[in-house]
């Protein structure tokens, strides 16, 4: 079986709901996976937006949510997930707004993506220090993937 993620709010590549946005309630979206190898010992959540702050001339990737240290054996995250609905064990990194958590789409102008990205590690990330960014945290998993899947919807404010 292949590592791969979904959500019941949007399909792959299909418009992400207001609700989940920075027009709506600014809710996580449900997130479920499946398929994660047997021999994983945590799983990374990487939310980000390419397309930053024009997707016409994008200048970085906006980081909207970085989450690790899952335990392998969880199967998703419920609506609007925050530190409490998070499996014991999983660290929360710091996103661009520099706070922990979930921040949803709010592009400034056009349709963004926005990528979520699962990650199946042969390792748990224990020597990340307190709240680390993403950058830190993709450091950390360099040659400890086992697998990837990636799930994408779109934004655009006024959707």
Known sequence: MTISISSSAFSDGAHIPKIHTCEGRDSAPPLQWQGVPAQAQSL?????????????????????WVLYNLPPDCTGLPENAGPGD???????????WQRTGYG???????RHRYFHKLYALDCRLDTL????????????????????????GTYQKGD
Not at 44 to 64: F, R
Not at 86 to 96: F, M, S, V, W
């Open 129 to 152: 220090g307190d709240k680390p960014d993403k950058a830190q945290v993709v450091a950390a998993m360099q040659g400890h993937i086992l697998a990837e899947a990636q799930l994408m």
């Open 86 to 96: 998070l499996p014991a064990g999983t660290g929360e990194g710091l996103n661009d």
């Open 44 to 64: 990374v959540l990487i939310v980000d937006d390419p397309d930053a702050p024009d997707p016409a001339a994008p200048k970085m990737t906006w980081v909207h």
């Open 104 to 110: 949803g789409p709010c592009p400034p102008i056009g």
